[in-house]
């Protein structure tokens, strides 16, 4: 899927805003320290692990000659980060130069992390204690139907055909920022950052989800460093193993229930005991942080008469492809639908544009289409942004005719009056009438009202 960003902060930009004394109680924990090294662009991890072991600063200069003359724009970037994250902290002497300095918590921990390993705070629950546990294949299909669920019921599909057991107060937190409604008689719609969500990987929505989430939590009072030291935590443990509730605390109780309804964790219930079971979503927390996400295989190929054949089973692609298409028929393992002016200009009204539209279709093509070029039909991108195009020649703008004025001069008064607002749109001096913005109706009444008297 195509990487895009939606208006909201990266999830690692959260964890540098966080202060000083909390984020060093973040790097108080050695995985947390590994995870936040993985996030790290390349050329940053290097620097990390070169002065791992390194005590005291060390020279701007230094770091430099370590740099090629084409790397330079990388070294900048690499370095920024590691500010960012009071992982270095940067300080400028008169008539000297910088210095870096290794966060002593940080480093201390990491050392200790990568020479002895970590042990995390719970350990498997022995197999004579639980129940049957489902296989590894079983786990990723509920994952993956518990997810598809979440985001069906997100976009307010009426495909969904069962309830989450999210709390529509979470829901509404999950929707802020991708779904719009205009006044309480209207419908929540996509808003465009809702459908580059829609665009986005599993991993990058999963994060945009998190985000939400802990800045919802601390909002009420959660703090923020124990819940994002927990979250990456939990990425740590072994999918498919057993851990037992009862080494949680109430907090994280309650954190592993809404985790459970969005299907980064299993929870089952013993004879005496209950347990969580973590899935994919949950262990590849840390690692999709490095947004090293690879390209999934495309199910869509369109043909030059705008016919559309979508090989898939899920109904959120289905809801997808509802957006900008006429959906034809539906079939076990294939959809089809079709592109057409109605369906893009619907589209084209709840904030979707043409390119990312194209760029769907391009990123998510059939690998049977995949390796021709282009593997979208030229004839069928270029008509899409010419239908855009098309649209956007003509702004409506709600306006009210006046006419049959008693006089001239109060014709000629109204135009300044309208003039001054900023709400004339049109005049007709010969024939004395006026177009002027629905927005000062009330104005314009009250003035005409006096000129009247």
């Not at 649209?391 to 309208?418: G, K, Q, W």
Request: some cysteine; aromatic content about 10%.
């Amino acid at each position: 899927m195509p990487q895009v960003r939606i208006v909201a902060k990266n999830f690692m930009d959260m964890v540098a805003s966080l202060p000083a004394v909390k984020l060093d109680k973040l790097y108080d924990n050695s995985f947390i320290c590994e995870a936040i090294l993985r996030s790290l662009p390349p050329l940053a991890k290097k620097y990390v692990l070169q002065l791992l072991y390194i005590d005291g600063p060390v020279t701007a200069k230094w770091l430099e000659e370590w740099v090629l003359s084409d790397g330079v724009s990388k070294h900048k970037v690499a370095i920024d980060r590691l500010i960012q994250l009071r992982i270095l902290t940067e300080t400028v002497e008169r008539k000297k130069e910088a210095t870096y300095l290794f966060n002593p918590t940080f480093q201390q921990n990491l050392q200790r992390h990568i020479v002895h390993g970590g042990v995390l705070p719970r350990e498997p629950m022995p197999s004579n204690v639980t129940a049957r546990l489902p296989s590894l294949d079983d786990l990723d299909a509920y994952a993956a139907q518990q997810w598809e669920m979440f985001l069906l019921h997100l976009i307010n599909s009426a495909e969904a055909e069962r309830s989450t057991n999210i709390s529509s107060s979470m829901m509404k937190i999950f929707q802020r920022g991708l779904l719009n409604q205009k006044d309480d008689r209207d419908s929540l719609k996509l808003t465009e950052s809702g459908f580059q969500f829609l665009l986005m990987d599993t991993n990058a929505q999963l994060w945009y989800i998190v985000r939400e989430y802990i800045t919802n939590c601390e909002d009420h009072g959660v703090d923020t460093a124990d819940l994002i030291s927990f979250l990456l935590e939990l990425s740590f443990h072994v999918t498919g193993q057993a851990y037992s509730l009862n080494t949680l605390s109430d907090i994280q109780k309650n954190i592993i229930k809404d985790l459970a309804d969005l299907g980064l964790v299993k929870l089952q219930q013993g004879r005496k005991e209950s347990w969580f079971i973590p899935t994919k979503l949950a262990t590849n927390l840390s690692i999709s942080l490095a947004d090293t996400s690879s390209r999934k295989q495309g199910f869509v190929v369109v043909e030059t008469n705008f016919r559309m054949y979508a090989y898939s089973t899920s109904k959120l692609h289905c809801e997808i492809l509802r957006l900008f298409s006429r959906i034809e028929y539906q079939l076990p393992n294939l959809i089809v639908g079709a592109i057409t002016k109605e369906s893009l200009y619907k589209a084209f009204q709840n904030g979707i544009t043409s390119e990312q539209i194209v760029s769907f279709l391009q990123q998510n093509a059939h690998p049977r289409v995949a390796e021709k070029m282009p593997c979208v039909p030229e004839n069928v991108t270029d008509q899409i942004r010419l239908w855009e195009a098309d649209l956007n020649r003509i702004e409506m703008t709600p306006a009210h005719l006046y006419d049959e004025f008693p006089s001239r001069d109060v014709f000629e008064a109204a135009c300044d009056f309208a003039r001054e607002y900023g709400g004339l749109l049109w005049e007709n001096s010969k024939k004395m009438r006026i177009v002027v913005k629905a927005e000062i109706l009330a104005q314009m009444k009250e003035f005409l009202r006096k000129q009247r008297q």
